[in-house]
């Protein structure tokens, strides 16, 4: 009888330890739950954020592609200017030569 009271007590102190070895293991699992989502959280942060720099940069290159544009048509703009003033210049010069009034 001494032996099965020993054995229960084994028992019940076995039972104890795994009781508190799986309150433990269920700590320790929610904290790493915990800390998993804050890592989803993290990654889903720098990802949104790489795809706006991306689409910033995107942006950029569009706009800068559209100032070179810009920039190549204000160029031939004024070459065609100065092409103009100077068929005005020569125009009036026409005129002068041949007496009309020059305004």
């Given at each position: 009888?001494?032996?099965?009271?020993?054995?229960?007590?084994?028992?019940?102190?076995?039972?104890?330890?795994?009781?508190?070895?799986?309150?433990?293991?269920?700590?320790?699992?929610?904290?790493?739950?915990?800390?998993?989502?804050?890592?989803?959280?993290?990654?889903t942060g720098f990802q949104?954020?790489?795809?706006?720099?991306?689409?910033?940069?995107?942006?950029?290159?569009?706009?800068?592609?559209?100032?070179?544009?810009?920039?190549?048509?204000k160029c031939r703009s004024?070459?065609?200017?100065?092409?103009?003033?100077?068929?005005?210049?020569?125009?009036?010069?026409?005129?002068?030569?041949?007496?009309?009034?020059?305004?």
């Amino acid at each position: 009888m001494q032996r099965l009271q020993v054995g229960k007590a084994r028992l019940e102190a076995t039972a104890q330890q795994q009781a508190k070895t799986i309150e433990a293991l269920q700590k320790d699992l929610q904290a790493s739950a915990s800390a998993r989502n804050g890592l989803e959280d993290l990654i889903t942060g720098f990802q949104t954020t790489r795809t706006a720099k991306e689409h910033q940069h995107q942006q950029r290159g569009s706009e800068s592609k559209e100032v070179k544009k810009l920039a190549e048509m204000k160029c031939r703009s004024e070459a065609l200017l100065d092409e103009m003033r100077g068929r005005n210049v020569a125009l009036r010069e026409e005129r002068t030569r041949h007496g009309f009034l020059v305004l």
